[in-house]
């Protein structure tokens, strides 16, 4: 069974760093294209950071300059850097992934969130 498995969430002070993991279970199954989202109180779901499997990375405007998407293919994990956060950027943080298990492609799974908090 395909599972991403997040971590490395929790509470920082603003201008403090975090990184998040998102690991793919199961040494079958490697990541292709995957993303990070985030769900802050009362917003809808939005796209952070992403990459593809040929590892270009797009960010959105919020973020750009702070947070680093990346990808470690060996240990088949997503990375997500996050500098200089601020207050705004507590939200639950979701990894999105598309997988491959050989010639089987296992695509939009989603890890279970983690909680970032950013104090003033």
């Known amino acids: 069974q395909v599972q991403l498995v997040e971590s490395g969430g929790g509470l920082v002070q603003a201008g403090g760093s975090l990184r998040l993991s998102c690991a793919a279970s199961g040494s079958t199954f490697s990541i292709t294209a995957a993303g990070w989202y985030r769900e802050g109180p009362g917003n809808r779901r939005e796209l952070v950071a992403g990459i593809t499997s040929a590892g270009s990375t797009n960010y959105d405007d919020s973020v750009k300059g702070r947070f680093t998407i990346s990808r470690d293919n060996a240990k088949n994990t997503v990375y997500l850097e996050m500098n200089s956060l601020k207050p705004e950027d507590t939200a639950v943080y979701y990894c999105?992934?598309?997988?491959?298990?050989?010639?089987?492609?296992?695509?939009?799974?989603w890890g279970q969130g983690t909680q970032v908090t950013v104090s003033s």
């Open positions: 999105n992934a598309d997988l491959r298990s050989g010639s089987i492609a296992y695509n939009d799974y």
